[in-house]
């Protein structure tokens, strides 16, 4: 792999991720690459610049942080189809970054061998919708075969976890209903704080945390959870990759609905509108260096599964006067 332009990010406020950052920037340096390096979190966003920096391709991003800059630099980069590596470095939780180990191997000589594989991960594309003549109005009156004839009303949001709809209020904890719509017809009616649209790869993220389903990462499909459902009958779904998904906030004169993007507020949701969600053209690709990398064993190990598990000796022992 030619390695002309490579990206870092690093977590912003935390030392160990900036020396790490000073550390690879060198390495790459000295081997004749051009290197950007820039911190991501709540008060960095370095991706739009990155991008608008210069006009040579960017072969790289390596991504020094957690599972939330990792998703950060998904949503800019995925669909120019830039390799993303990632390193847990000042992270927690680390489903998707890396052990920091790889790179005290000198990962580079590694990847201009082309010593790793990608990984392709599944996004999600969002885009609010609405109808011209509805204006303000009942949200209802936009149902039926004229509301595929509206019109986009915001930007695509992409997400790597999952899309999220929820109202919020600063004075009150307001319930939703959500109709769910799945390749254009009604799936569901949702009442409580919210729906999740999610990828195999969120399914280990917020949708967990709703009780929603664990998918392997590489399948194509898209999981639809309830967030605190006020009817039992209300469960989460697995449905193919390929569907798509339109939601209507109902009843919610107020306009508090809200779309959020991998936690991230993307913007409010007005009443009339809805949201379409599919899968996104292009997926993210996630540079892999570790030779023995296993799913099955990072969910053991996060969710800590194993240390449930009830020890049984090998011999059988009778206790006296058994």
Not at 62 to 77: N, Q, T
Not at 208 to 224: F, K, Q, R, V, W
Not at 265 to 284: D, E, K, R, Y
Request: charged share 20%; hydrophobic share 40%; glycine share 10%.
């Amino acid at each position: 792999m030619d390695l002309g332009l490579v990206v870092i990010a690093y977590k912003e406020g935390d030392r160990e991720s900036k020396a790490a950052c000073q550390r690879c920037a060198e390495q790459l340096r000295r081997r004749g690459v051009t290197v950007l390096t820039a911190p991501t979190g709540l008060h960095h966003n370095p991706y739009p610049v990155f991008l608008e920096a210069t006009s040579d391709p960017i072969d790289l991003a390596v991504v020094l942080g957690g599972d939330g800059s990792v998703l950060a630099a998904a949503r800019y980069l995925a669909s120019y189809g830039i390799p993303i590596l990632p390193i847990k470095v000042g992270g927690r939780l680390g489903f998707l970054a890396q052990s920091e180990r790889v790179l005290q191997q000198d990962p580079w000589d590694r990847i201009q061998a082309g010593d790793f594989f990608l990984q392709a991960r599944m996004m999600l594309q969002a885009q609010i919708w609405e109808q011209p003549q509805l204006g303000q109005g009942d949200p209802l009156a936009a149902r039926g075969e004229g509301k595929l004839q509206g019109r986009p009303a915001s930007e695509v949001y992409y997400a790597l976890n999952e899309i999220c709809l929820k109202p919020i209020n600063r004075e009150r904890l307001p319930a939703a209903i959500m109709e769910i719509e799945v390749n254009g017809e009604i799936l569901d009616q949702y009442h409580g704080d919210g729906v999740l649209v999610a990828t195999p790869t969120g399914s280990t993220s917020y949708t967990l945390a709703a009780n929603g389903p664990i998918l392997e990462p590489t399948l194509d499909a898209i999981i639809i959870t309830p967030i605190c459902p006020l009817s039992l009958s209300s469960r989460p779904i697995v449905i193919s990759g390929t569907a798509r998904v339109d939601i209507w906030p109902l009843a919610d004169p107020e306009g508090l609905t809200r779309l959020w993007t991998d936690g991230v507020l993307a913007q409010s949701v007005n009443p009339g509108q809805w949201v379409h969600i599919q899968q996104a053209p292009t997926p993210a690709k996630l540079m892999i260096l570790e030779k023995e990398l296993s799913y099955f064993r990072t969910l053991r190990e996060k969710l800590q599964w194993a240390g449930s598990r009830i020890y049984i000796p090998t011999t059988n022992h009778r206790p006296e006067g058994g």
